[in-house]
């Protein structure tokens, strides 16, 4: 099992930024990757980005956040943190952090932090 819990969201202007944690435990090293998928009102959940836990943390982004938001990830702290940057209203959502099981590919999910960027 795998425990996540988000941290960060709040209500921003367009324009500004907001700096997203998640804090993991339990079986940590059965995670094969982590990151970010969010969720806004009326819409599917879509992925935001990820980030490898091993190796040298390999991470893809959405297109529409390439260039914005950046993941990254602090094994030692086994914290894992979404910088997003320029932000617009379109990024508003609930934003959940998720790990992937390596063995199983399982998602285990955090339960959501709210992002509002006001216009």
Not at 14 to 36: E, P, Q, T, Y
């Amino acid at each position: 099992q795998v425990q996540l819990a988000e941290s960060g969201g709040g209500l921003v202007q367009a324009g500004g930024s907001l700096r997203l944690s998640c804090a993991v435990s339990g079986s940590i090293f059965s995670i094969n990757d982590m990151g970010w998928y969010r969720q806004a009102p009326g819409k599917q959940r879509e992925l935001v980005a990820t980030i490898t836990r091993g190796g040298d943390g390999s991470t893809n982004y959405a297109d529409s956040v390439k260039g914005r938001f950046t993941i990254s990830r602090d094994n030692a702290k086994n914290m894992v943190y979404l910088q997003m940057n320029s932000l617009n209203p379109e990024d508003t959502a609930v934003y959940y952090c998720y790990a992937s099981s390596r063995a199983t590919k399982y998602n285990y999910w955090g339960q959501g932090t709210q992002v509002t960027v006001s216009s």
